[in-house]
């Protein structure tokens, strides 16, 4: 997420789904250049304070299609990567984190990451992976950065990262976002994603949170 106009492509009548999140992915960029603002965190060690946070109604999303039941013998997801659903939240069934970094677009983003320590790398992971799925949830929002402890602070635990206050900016707004994310320290991808997207922030409560307008 990171400052710049979306590929200077000439519009389509149909903007693909993939274009638009692969498009997204260079806004991470400048939240990479600012990492010092991010607030780092150990991966592996569990944060202990309680966050009391008014999650905001999720934006309504088109029924999708009934699927059908999964075969008696099916496996279930594994338990640590397998974020807990609750209600009102949206869940992802296909990761996109990983093949928008595997863009050759996305070069810069893939040489940034590393240089992050650990839990500030997974973090962005986990913020990109937002960028995606909304984008690809609803095509009336255009996301272009989130900022995973805006409102709240974040919590890790058994390899799940909750964001119950996190901050989306779309169209030169800021929304409430909630999300969590299943990641691997190991394979560095997201296992498992759900998220809300809630009301628009009041533009006089950004700068006490941090929220910059659109650069």
């Known amino acids: 997420m990171v400052a710049g106009d979306i590929f200077a492509c000439p519009p389509r009548r149909e903007a693909s789904a993939s274009g638009v999140i692969a498009s997204a992915v260079f806004h991470l960029l400048l939240v990479l250049a600012l990492i010092a603002l991010a607030r780092p965190f150990r991966f592996n060690e569990p944060v202990e304070e309680t966050i009391d946070l008014q999650i905001v109604p999720a934006v309504p999303a088109e029924p999708e299609p009934a699927s059908q039941p999964a075969p008696p013998s099916a496996s279930p997801p594994p338990a640590a990567a397998a974020a807990t659903e609750q209600p009102g939240m949206h869940r992802a069934t296909t990761m ?42 609803d095509k009336s929002f255009k996301p272009d950065r989130v900022i995973a402890y805006a409102m709240a602070s ?38 498992s994603f759900e998220f809300t997207v809630g009301k628009p922030i009041p533009r006089e409560a950004w700068a006490d949170h941090a929220l910059a307008p659109v650069y």
């Open 96 to 137: 996109l984190s990983a093949k928008v970094l595997a863009d050759p677009r996305s070069r810069q983003t893939r040489e940034a990451l590393p240089t992050l320590e650990l839990g500030t790398r997974l973090e962005q992971i986990c913020n990109l992976e937002a960028v995606a799925q909304v984008a690809q949830w």
């Open 154 to 191: 974040t919590k890790v635990k058994s390899g799940i990262i909750t964001a119950p206050g996190a901050a989306m900016r779309s169209g030169g707004n800021w929304y409430n976002l909630a999300f969590n994310c299943g990641i691997s320290p190991e394979t560095q991808e997201v296992q």
